[in-house]
């Protein structure tokens, strides 16, 4: 359905999303069961963004982290990801994330 990439010094990490996965919920952060950590990055919380369907809508959602969320560079605390194409996330202070949706390219 979906790709989540964080670039790295050593590289870009990316994982796909299944849509099982979004039924359930996907995490992103510093604790080890979040998809693309566990990391050391300071300014990201254990559990800092979820990533989960919402009826026909794909919802990223701050977990009330303690350094936020920006989408678009402004405070995004929820707001909906496109099903095909690309949203540029920034968790914390340093924590470049991007969702490509993938589902118009899976379907066609």
Do not use: I
Not at 67 to 90: D, I, M, Q, V
């Amino acid at each position: 359905v979906a790709e989540l990439a964080r670039e790295l010094p050593s590289g870009r990490l990316a994982r796909r999303v299944t849509a099982d996965q979004l039924d359930r919920g996907v995490l992103f952060g510093r604790y080890e069961r979040c998809l693309l950590g566990p990391t050391d990055d300071g300014w990201l919380s254990r559990v800092h963004l979820l990533v989960v369907r919402a009826g026909a809508e794909v919802w990223a959602v701050d977990t009330a982290s303690t350094n936020g969320t920006k989408h678009n560079g402004l405070p995004a605390p929820a707001f909906a990801l496109p099903e095909s194409g690309t949203a540029r996330l920034l968790l914390g202070r340093s924590c470049g994330v991007e969702w490509r949706g993938l589902r118009a390219a899976a379907s066609g």
